[in-house]
């Protein structure tokens, strides 16, 4: 008890003394403030792109490539072979006894950014007609669905936030057709960078037959095993078969993971800089008060205590920096809607999220910072001889 | 012996927030060459603010300041740098040396402003450390020597530079009788063998016993009183 | 400099301040080089791109492809100099994990376009008489321990062959130095002829057209005289030239100068209000001494000279150090941006900064320094 006692008084006297120190101590406060800001905003990207791609796969549903292929864009799947697939065991099946399941074809489209009219690669689908079924998740928000078998396109919300011309009524021109774009959707993942329609009406456009895949709803996540079984055992079909979720992270995979190493890297530099200048204006602030410690100590005040008031004060001073660098990390760039590539026929729309999960690595990593930096000094002021401090000047 | 510091009629007035403080009044001096001279009085007598004006660290509010045929109360500020650093030495109550530099790094200071070469700067340092007895103590930092020897390293400094006028301010203040004795008799035998011109602000009446005048300042006005021989 | 020893004393007067102040600036500095560097990096390969190329592509998008047929209406453009095309084919050499993009292609004029590619004539030759031939760069056939000679499998998820297999044979007839290229060119190629006459289906297309053109100030007008010759067809062009396409590479990653630009703020920000904090706090303990020198007789010019230059050396040296850190990390950023040293601008970029640096957070206490009152400094006021 004494000696929390201690501690406590200790620190306000510190603080109390601590306008006179305002330079220096704003010193830590904004160089912490940099490093969370800069690592937070920067995880927000991954974490934001993570997220999205994540969101867009369920446990229950599975999607099926042909055997080899990286990505949808580099399968080709025949239509006996979609048939094969839909027979398999495992899929569930709707009140009229037909499986639940949809087979896509994919085009690759060049969409333009509105900020700087930059070309990007981006995708449109063409789904089977138990598309509704199989993605309860996806609602119109605006316009209607597509009619099937018509030139009709559906835009997902965040490629229409992002790219020129897709507004409802707009009209798009691909290889082989002239579409007209009927509603927008969300889904809440990957699906809305995309463009949709009937896959039909995609195939016929440039004559080009068969799937890039089949995405099917399981019974339950657990049919999985079996449902994988029957296709892999199949000698008629030589594919890969996902579980939905898997797939997804995959394709963002590397993309994420370089973000999220780049934004260790930077921040991890950075907080070594800010190391040493908490060190610089720690050490500062115990020279300063030389006297004042010395006196302390004479008087009875323990080594424990005067570290630990040291070492409170570093910690304090690192935590409103950290929360002014996540405060801003989250003013500026919370929601802030951006994209990249996550690979050669695809690209990524996704929001900028500074998660509380994110503002608690921030902080963390402030008062590491300040521990770090407020060590040394004040293990210096316990250790100052108190004879010599009490005579210095 | 021709009088070597002139002051005629000098007022020196500060304004402190809304007040006008007059420190000396109407005060006139001269100063032999060669002569030792001990200022006295109690303190905000004035006698520091003389020193300044004598050391060309200030300047007056009004009146004369002669030294060596030199008007300076009318130098800017540039030329009175120049100025100083021909011809003052001063030596502080405090000795401010150079914490970082070593002795005879801090002798040499003086002698950076002149055009000297690097051999000529060290064979003065080497004189002037010799003539404060300290010649093997050169290597040393001010946090390794005694207070006295401080003080001697920064009269080496004072003289380095073979200044027309050596100039201290309570120079024993800071030191106990042994080592005031030394220093005064250091003073002293740079006045009576080498002829150097000293003006001297102590309040220390042992110290004062060294010099060859004795002069007294009280509320901005000289008093004088007779020289010792 | 004679005056060194002084601003040596300046600096050295508590040496712990120094050196952290200095670590501090190192770390900025190390920051500052890696990420212009990188970003420079990018800017610089965009910039050194070839001129006389430029590329065709289907004005929807490139994988919608184009016929092999606008071949000769493309060479029949006045200022162009010689076609060739690739199609991506694809595969990957045993397992699925070690993609190979590979291209079909006209050999011959795909390495009279790239000049600056170092081949050997009779790899040509062989090309041409093989048709099965595959020409790869010396590092991908250093990965896998190909020698020419070598029949080499790629496997593929998209292009059956007309047997019906989803394996090709190609046999290894030349190889080729990218290292003058950079990043970007494709490393593997097989012949357009066979490809196109094996394959089961989607025949007679091509994704890129390579124009190599006489005259690199005509790009612009070659270019829309190209386009123009299929417009309004059914598989309208578009053509760029070789930067053109590589920024539009870029920017789909993202706007990078502005992260670069926005990180290296705030670095810097906060670097200025620390090395401000400390050149102000160094002077004013130091009051007295400067007080001392101007006792002296230095001027008050001179004193005002002391602390700035004690500014310039602490930072400039440390900028240095940081520069030289990053140079030396450089290297192991090579596969991000390809074979380059960290770029001279940015050095120069990091010195000006530096000098900047240092003028601002050491001239208001050069200032003070240099308005001193030499009695009220002594006195202690």
């Known amino acids: 008890m004494k000696m929390i006692r201690q501690i406590g008084s200790v620190t306000a006297m510190n603080l109390r003394s601590m306008p006179q120190r305002l330079g220096t101590s704003l010193v830590i406060v904004i160089g912490i403030a940099g490093v969370v800001a800069v690592l937070v905003s920067v995880l927000a990207m991954s974490t934001g792109m993570l997220r999205t791609m994540s969101n867009a796969g369920r446990d229950d549903r599975a999607i099926v490539l042909r055997n080899g292929s990286a990505a949808e864009a580099s399968s080709a799947l025949t239509l006996d072979a979609a048939r094969l697939i839909a027979d398999a065991t495992g899929i569930k099946r709707d009140a009229d006894g037909k499986p639940i399941l949809s087979s896509e074809s994919m085009r690759v489209l060049t969409a333009y950014k509105k900020e700087d009219g930059a070309e990007v690669n981006i995708t449109i689908r063409g789904v089977g007609p138990k598309a509704a079924a199989l993605r309860p998740e996806l609602k119109i928000v605006e316009g209607r669905m597509f009619e099937p078998a018509l030139a009709e396109i559906i835009v997902g919300k965040a490629a229409n936030k992002q790219f020129r011309g897709f507004n409802v009524g707009d009209k798009i021109k691909t290889r082989g057709a002239n579409w007209t774009v009927v509603g927008i959707y969300t889904t809440g993942d990957a699906h809305e960078s995309e463009l949709m329609t009937d896959v039909e009406a995609l195939n016929a456009a440039d004559r080009r037959g068969g799937y890039q895949s089949v995405t099917v709803q399981l019974e339950s996540a657990r049919a999985f095993a079996a449902f994988k079984d029957a296709l892999t055992s199949n000698p008629a079909l030589s594919v890969d078969v996902w579980r939905e979720r898997e797939y997804y992270e995959q394709q963002s995979k590397m993309m994420g993971r370089m973000i999220t190493i780049v934004a260790y890297v930077v921040g991890g530099i950075m907080a070594i800089g800010a190391v040493f200048s908490a060190l610089n204006t720690m050490y500062s602030a115990v020279s300063a008060r030389v006297r004042e410690i010395a006196t302390l100590r004479a008087l009875g005040f323990g080594a424990t205590a005067m570290v630990m008031s040291v070492l409170v004060e570093a910690v304090l001073l690192a935590l409103i920096g950290g929360a002014i660098g996540a405060a801003l990390a989250w003013l500026f760039f919370n929601g802030n809607t951006v994209s990249t590539t996550t690979g050669v026929a695809g690209h990524l729309v996704f929001d900028l999220v500074v998660s509380p999960a994110l503002i608690i690595v921030g902080i963390v990593w402030a008062c590491s910072i300040g521990l770090v930096g407020g060590l040394f000094p004040a293990i210096r002021a316990a250790r100052l001889p108190v004879a010599t401090a009490l005579r210095a000047v | 012996m021709s009088a070597i510091v002139s002051l005629r009629n000098v007022t020196k007035s500060y304004v402190r927030g809304k007040e006008k403080v007059e420190v000396l009044h109407g005060v006139n001096l001269q100063i032999q060459s060669g002569e030792f001279l001990a200022l006295m009085g109690p303190s905000g007598s004035g006698k520091t603010t003389l020193l300044n004006l ?139 063998s080498q002829g150097k011109t000293i003006v001297m602000v102590t309040h220390d009446p042992r110290a004062a016993g060294f010099a060859s005048r004795e002069l007294h300042l009280d509320k901005g006005q000289l008093a004088n009183v007779e020289a010792v021989a | 400099m004679k005056y060194f020893r002084l601003v040596w004393a300046g600096l050295a007067r508590k040496k712990a301040r120094t050196i952290l102040t200095m670590l501090s600036i190192i770390v900025a500095f190390l920051l500052f080089g890696l990420l212009q560097g990188v970003n420079q990096g990018f800017n610089q390969v965009v910039e050194n791109l070839n001129v006389n190329r430029l590329y065709t592509s289907a004005k929807t998008n490139m994988v919608d492809g184009l016929p092999i047929s606008y071949a000769q209406r493309i060479k029949s453009v006045p200022g162009v100099q010689h076609v060739s095309h690739w199609t991506y084919f694809g595969g990957y050499f045993r397992e699925a994990k070690n993609a190979i993009p590979a291209f079909a292609t006209d050999a011959e004029a795909l390495f009279a376009i790239y000049k600056e590619i170092k081949i050997k004539p009779e790899y040509i030759e062989a090309m041409k008489r093989t048709r099965t031939g595959a020409l790869v760069s010396d590092q991908l056939a250093k990965q896998y321990g190909w020698k020419i000679g070598d029949r080499i499998p790629l496997g593929t998820s998209i292009w059956t062959n007309k047997e019906g297999s989803n394996t090709w044979y190609f046999d290894l007839v030349g190889t080729f130095d990218v290292s003058s290229y950079g990043i970007g060119f494709p490393s593997f190629y097989i012949n357009y002829d066979y490809y196109d006459e094996a394959k089961a289906f989607g025949k007679g297309v091509v994704h890129y057209y390579l124009i190599g053109i006489a005259d690199p100030l005509q790009a612009t007008r070659v270019a829309k005289a190209i386009d123009s010759q299929f417009e309004n067809s059914m598989n309208e062009t578009r053509t760029q030239t070789e930067s053109g396409l590589a920024q539009n590479n870029l920017k789909q990653v993202g706007d990078i100068n502005f992260i670069v630009n926005a990180i290296v703020g705030a670095v810097l920000f906060t670097l200025l209000f620390l090395t401000a904090n400390t050149m102000m706090q160094s002077v004013r303990e130091r009051i007295p001494e400067l007080a001392v020198l101007k006792t002296l007789g230095f001027s008050d010019g001179k004193v005002l000279t002391l602390v700035l230059v004690e500014a310039f050396l602490l930072c400039i040296f440390a900028a240095l150090l940081g520069l030289f850190f990053a140079a030396l990390i450089f290297p192991g950023l090579k596969a991000l941006i390809g074979d380059l040293p960290m770029p001279l601008s940015v050095v120069l970029m990091g010195v000006g900064i530096a000098m900047l640096l240092a003028l601002i957070s050491g001239l208001p206490p050069a200032l003070r320094a240099q308005r001193l009152n030499i009695v009220d400094a002594l006195a202690g006021r």
């Open chain 2, 54 to 192: 004598v050391a060309g660290l200030d300047q007056p509010t009004s009146g004369e300041v002669i030294v060596g045929d030199q008007r300076i109360d009318r130098l800017s500020r540039g030329a009175l740098a120049d100025w100083r650093a021909r011809h003052i030495g001063f030596i502080f109550q405090f000795y401010n040396l150079l914490p970082v530099l070593t002795a005879e790094a801090n002798v040499e200071v003086p002698l950076l402003l002149t055009s000297l070469s690097k051999a000529q700067r060290r064979e003065r340092v080497q004189t002037a450390l010799k003539l404060v007895g300290l010649a093997d103590r050169g290597k040393h930092k001010p946090n390794e020597l005694s207070g006295g020897q401080q003080q001697r390293v920064a009269i080496a400094r004072a003289i380095v530079a073979d200044p027309t006028l050596l100039v201290c301010d309570e120079p024993t203040g800071d030191l106990d009788r042994q080592n005031a004795e030394e220093i005064m008799n250091l003073l002293q035998a740079l006045n009576r």
